[in-house]
T-cell receptor
Framework: DAGVTQSPTHLIKTRGQHVTLRCSPI?????VSWYQQVLGQGPQFIFQ???????GRGNFPDRFSARQFPNYSSELNVNALLLGDSALYLC??????????????FGPGTRLTVT | GQQVMQIPQYQHVQEGEDFTTYCNSS?????IQWYKQRPGGHPVFLIQ?????EVKKQKRLTFQFGEAKKNSSLHITATQTTDVGTYFC??????????????FGQGTILTVHP
């Protein structure tokens, strides 16, 4: 079975540009979450989507936005890139929505470098 | 907001020695998850603890959830070189407005010398 896939693998952008990162969840998973992982730190929660609706948002500026499509894939958009946005962006999918019994399956991530 | 602290930041052991990492939350958690991330890889789910005082074992790994559901630990017996990586705890908030949010600790980097 295919795991969580993300594209692109690596990306180099210039300050002020916009970027779109893509994620396909494991088949049957309806929930997708996005995390930012800066080198040497734990992943930081950005968004969670379930059934195309935003169900959770972390402490990130409005430059960050996301959406989920009918096939449960998801996009993370970042506008007006800053140097500090350089990080590994991780997508995770999970099976359950209700309660808290959801283990998350992470994709390989997109390494974003902003110059 | 919720904070999850993890200690130690680094741990160097000789192969065969034991290893423990500790996780403390500033708020009561509904559940806690543990992940392992190999160098250059992505976090891989290890286990989830839900009940107060819960203890779970996976071969050489023992996971505990505190009675107050604010702390947790991971203990590895007789480490092997394959245990190398960063171990993260991640807590889910007990109710409130943090629905769907996992707060990760900063991780403990484990190196094992053969």
């Amino acid at each position: 079975d295919a795991g969580v896939t993300q594209s692109p693998t690596h990306l180099i952008k210039t300050r002020g540009q916009h970027v779109t990162l893509r994620c396909s969840p494991i088949s049957g998973h309806k929930s997708v979450s996005w995390y930012q992982q800066v080198l040497g730190q734990g992943p930081q929660f950005i968004f969670q989507y379930y059934e195309k609706e935003e169900r959770g948002r972390g402490n990130f500026p409005d430059r960050f936005s996301a959406r989920q499509f009918p096939n449960y894939s998801s996009e993370l958009n970042v506008n007006a890139l800053l140097l500090g946005d350089s990080a590994l962006y991780l997508c995770a999918s999970s099976l359950a929505n209700t309660g808290f019994l959801w283990e998350q399956y992470f994709g390989p991530g997109t390494r974003l470098t902003v110059t | 907001g919720q904070q999850v602290m993890q200690i130690p930041q680094y741990q160097h052991v000789q192969e065969g020695e034991d290893f423990t990492t500790y996780c403390n939350s500033s708020t009561t958690l509904s559940n806690i998850q543990w992940y392992k991330q190999r160098p250059g890889g992505h976090p891989v789910f290890l286990i989830q603890l839900v009940k107060s005082g819960e203890v779970k074992k996976q071969k050489r790994l023992t996971f505990q959830f505190g009675e107050a559901k604010k702390n947790s630990s991971l203990h590895i017996t007789a480490t092997q070189t394959t245990d190398v990586g960063t171990y993260f705890c991640a807590g889910a908030n007990a109710g409130g407005t943090s629905y769907g949010k996992l707060t990760f600790g900063q991780g403990t980097i484990l190196t094992v010398h053969p």
